[in-house]
C-alpha cells in the first residue's frame, strides 16, 4: 500500500504503555523490513505531541509528508523496493526501502525536515542496511529545535516545557501556511 492515509484517525488518546508497545511494534516492523529487503530504510512519522497521535491534523501531516518523501524519491531517481503507510493509534508511520545510499538519503531527508515548509512536523529516520539509524549528529547537524522556543526539541518535550495546546496550535499553523503555499 503507498496511498495516503484517509483523514479518519482513531481520536484516542494513547497511553504510555500503548505508547511504548506501539514503538517496540515499529522496531520490529523496522527489522522485518530490513530482513526482507536488505537496503535503506526510511520511516516517517508526524510529530504528535500529548497522548492524541492519530488526529485529522496528524493525518494531515502524516500525509503531506508523505507525499514529499515519494517526490523525493523519485527526483532522486531512488529505486523503491517498497512503500507502505500505516494509520496506526499511535500514529502514522511510513516505510520506505529504498536502493540508495543510506547517508546521501539521510542527507536529502534532513533538506527535508529544514527547508520544507511543513518539514518541521515530521520525524524522517534513516537506517542503513545493518539496522544502524543515521542520526543528525551523524552528519555533523545539531539537534533539531522547538517548535516554540530555540531549545533542543528533544529537552523540551523530556521536560514538557509548553502546554500541548500551543503546540498543536503551532503544528496547525505551520501545516496550513505550507499547504497555502503549494
Do not use: Y
Not at 494513547?14 to 522485518?32: C, F, I, K, Y
Request: positive net charge.
Amino acid at each position: 500500500m503507498t496511498t495516503l492515509l484517509p483523514e479518519r484517525a482513531a481520536n484516542r488518546a494513547v497511553g504510555l504503555t500503548e505508547l511504548l508497545a506501539a514503538r517496540e511494534q515499529r522496531r520490529d516492523r523496522q527489522q522485518a523490513w530490513l530482513a526482507r529487503h536488505p537496503a535503506t530504510l526510511v520511516v516517517l512519522t508526524p510529530l504528535a505531541p500529548g497522548a492524541l497521535k492519530d488526529s485529522p491534523l496528524t493525518r494531515r501531516i502524516f500525509n503531506f509528508g508523505w507525499q514529499a518523501l515519494r517526490n523525493e524519491q523519485r527526483r532522486q531517481g531512488w529505486h523503491c523496493l517498497r512503500a507502505e503507510a500505516l494509520g496506526l493509534p499511535a500514529g502514522g508511520e511510513g516505510f520506505i526501502s529504498l536502493q540508495a545510499a543510506a547517508p546521501q538519503v539521510k542527507q536529502c531527508c534532513i533538506r527535508l525536515e529544514e527547508t520544507h515548509p511543513a518539514g518541521r512536523l515530521w520525524d524522517i529516520d534513516v537506517l542503513d542496511a545493518q539496522g544502524r539509524i543515521l542520526s543528525r549528529d551523524d552528519c555533523g547537524l545539531p539537534a533539531r529545535r522547538c517548535l516554540l522556543c530555540d531549545q533542543p526539541a528533544r529537552l523540551c518535550a523530556r521536560q514538557r516545557r509548553h502546554d500541548v495546546g500551543q503546540l498543536l496550535a503551532a503544528m496547525e499553523e505551520t501545516l496550513n501556511a505550507a499547504l497555502a503555499a503549494r
